[in-house]
């Protein structure tokens, strides 16, 4: 089963910039659209961004603009750059399958935007 490990989080302050990385095992990952998913205290995990095969990408609006998914096949990683980071962009955040991501998460990677 494929597997996944996050890394790249930190704590920044508003307006600030990560870029997260996660590093996938399996040959699936070439054939799959992947998603970086976020999960804040008290909330449910959401699908942040996505990107498919031939890379096309999608957004939910409240990253859209500040945040970029690029993936590197032959690394079999995906890449989250996130600029002005704001305080509600507090999270762990996962990649996982997209969008029905498998049981197997990662242990995600924590980011936190605070002054």
């Known amino acids: 089963q494929v597997q996944f490990v996050e890394s790249g989080g930190g704590k920044v302050q508003p307006g600030g910039s990560l870029r997260l990385s996660c590093a996938a095992s399996g040959s699936i990952f070439n054939i799959v659209t992947m998603g970086w998913y976020r999960q804040a205290p008290g909330k449910q995990r959401e699908l942040v961004a996505s990107i498919t095969w031939h890379r096309n990408t999608n957004y939910v609006d409240s990253v859209q603009g500040r945040f970029t998914i690029s993936r590197d096949n032959a690394k079999n990683t995906v890449y989250l750059q996130m600029d002005t980071l704001k305080p509600e962009d507090t999270a762990v955040y996962y990649c996982?399958?997209?969008?029905?991501?498998?049981?197997?998460w990662g242990q995600g990677t924590q980011v936190t935007v605070s002054s």
């Open positions: 996982n399958k997209a969008p029905q991501p498998s049981d197997s």
